[in-house]
Every structure is written in structure tokens, then in C-alpha cells.
């Protein structure tokens, strides 16, 4: 079973990403927030807890509280060595390539994804990271 954490302050995107898992995936452990510090709190108390951490990590670049980036530069200050595991995807409507640049400059981040993704693109990213 794959586990799946979305963290996006859009509710409707969550939603809908969450069913375009489930039908990619029956099988999917789904998380959400639509608060990047109460994402970015439930990632921290799963290291400190020593639990399985989410597979896939499908992050909005743009909130409110913390945007996705300042969101990552808080994880990567983990000691674990379990984050360098989790498939972070960056989700955005914006087309600022300044974005896009930014998210190149991560190694964590395994790919920059316009929302709403489609099932064809979740089915490739489960293939090939899954």
C-alpha cells in the first residue's frame, strides 16, 4: 500500500487529487491539509515517532501560512534520512517559470506538476516512481 500526503490550501484540489489517487491506486493511504504548518507539523511528529513516512508528497507552492518552498526548507532540516525517500511533486496554477526555477533547485523535488494533474500523469509518476 502506497501512501499518498497532499498539502494544498485549496480543499477542492485536495479533493479531487485525492479521487484521481484512488482510482490510480484503490489501495492508497490518503493524507490532507489544507494547512502547510499543520502538514509540515504531521510530517515532523511521523520522523519523531519513527512512523512510515507518506511515499508520494504532493505539495502547493502557493499558501497562505508557508508556501511550499519554505515548507520544504523546514523539512530538509530533519535529521532523518527517511525525508531524501518521500517523491516530492510541486503542484501550482501559476506559470512563473520563476517557480519552476526555484523548484530545479531542490534535489528533493522529483517533478513541477500544473494542477489539476490528470490520471494519465499520476499513472506515469506511480510507474516510474512507485
Request: proline share 2%; net charge negative; hydrophobic share 40%.
Amino acid at each position: 500500500m502506497k501512501r499518498y500526503l497532499l498539502i494544498d490550501d485549496d480543499e477542492i484540489f485536495n479533493f479531487l487529487h485525492a479521487e484521481l489517487i484512488r482510482k490510480a491506486d484503490n489501495s492508497a493511504s490518503i493524507d490532507a491539509f489544507t494547512s502547510s504548518v499543520e502538514g509540515l507539523n504531521y510530517l515532523i511528529a511521523l520522523v519523531e515517532n519513527n512512523e512510515p513516512l507518506p511515499d508520494f508528497l504532493f505539495l502547493d507552492i502557493r499558501m497562505p501560512e508557508m508556501n511550499g518552498f519554505e515548507l520544504l526548507n523546514e523539512l530538509i532540516k530533519l535529521t532523518s534520512d527517511k525525508i531524501k525517500d518521500i517523491k516530492i511533486f510541486m503542484l501550482t496554477s501559476s506559470l512563473d517559470e520563476r517557480d519552476k526555477k526555484t523548484a530545479s533547485g531542490y534535489s528533493i523535488i522529483k517533478g513541477f506538476i500544473g494542477k489539476t494533474f490528470s490520471i494519465e500523469r499520476l499513472n506515469e509518476i506511480i510507474v516510474e516512481y512507485g
